[in-house]
């Protein structure tokens, strides 16, 4: 699976929209980005994932660089319950379980009143 | 409601002292997995499983066992529990129709003197 590369930290204001950048510059093909999120000692949580077009749900939007090397996942109305640490993974879509999720450092997200 | 539970949540023992954390999942899915999370070193996999009685080692599955009897259950077993795996412990359950969405369960804390 490709590297991603996320910055350690970011803060946001209370209502406003949070952008958080990940690199992955390495990405072959048939990788898909996902994003996870984990709030404070609780199990991870999906968050959405997308190939090559911008994807969105209720959580959040993702959008993908044309030559998807990076993408953004946005938090259109970050509220206090977002502050969480976000993990971009790269990850290829197969059959076989055994390619599970590696999660690396993440960006510690930091909504503030 | 679709769910991961785990149990116990948080447990202390010492060293030598055999013990199972239980997993189980309400939503029939075939694939299971057991990750550890320690600060720095972000979530590792442990030991995943495809179906009842199929079951292979993650990255880190040296000091644990694991068993799949049933679909639902995915128990991790430490034989002879050692300070250096305090830790804390997530199992998830993915679904076979999508690798995007692996439900977390809430997670083991676990403390090993």
């Known amino acids: 699976d490709a590297k991603t590369t996320q910055p350690t930290s970011m803060d946001c204001a209370e209502g406003r929209a949070a952008n958080l950048p990940c690199n992955h510059s390495?990405?072959?093909?048939?990788?898909?980005v996902y994003w996870y999120r984990q709030i404070h000692s609780q199990g991870p949580q999906y968050i959405i994932h997308g190939l090559k077009n911008n994807e969105t749900n209720e959580m959040a939007s993702l959008i993908i660089t044309e030559d998807r090397k990076s993408s953004t996942l946005i938090l259109p109305h970050a509220t206090l319950r977002d502050t969480a640490v976000y993990y971009c993974i790269a990850l290829q879509m197969n059959n076989n379980a055994g390619n599970m999720l590696t999660f690396g450092g993440g960006t510690r997200l930091m909504v503030k009143p | 409601e679709a769910q991961v539970t785990q149990n116990p949540r948080y447990l202390i023992t010492v060293t030598g002292k055999k013990l199972t954390v239980t997993c189980s999942q309400n939503?029939?899915?075939?694939?299971m997995s057991w990750y550890r999370q320690d600060p720095g070193l972000g979530l590792r996999q442990i030991y995943y499983?495809?179906?009842?009685?199929?079951?292979d080692k993650g990255d880190v599955p040296e000091g644990y066992k694991v068993s799949r009897k049933e679909k639902r259950n995915f128990p991790l077993i430490l034989e002879s529990p050692s300070p250096n795996q305090t830790s804390l412990y997530f199992c998830?359950?993915?679904?076979?129709?999508?690798?995007?969405?692996?439900?977390f369960g809430p997670g083991t804390r676990l403390l090993v003197l």
């Open positions: 998830a359950s993915i679904s076979r129709e999508g690798r995007e969405t692996q439900y």
């Open positions: 390495t990405i072959s093909g048939n990788e898909y």
């Open positions: 499983s495809m179906n009842v009685e199929v079951t």
């Open positions: 939503m029939n899915h075939e694939y």
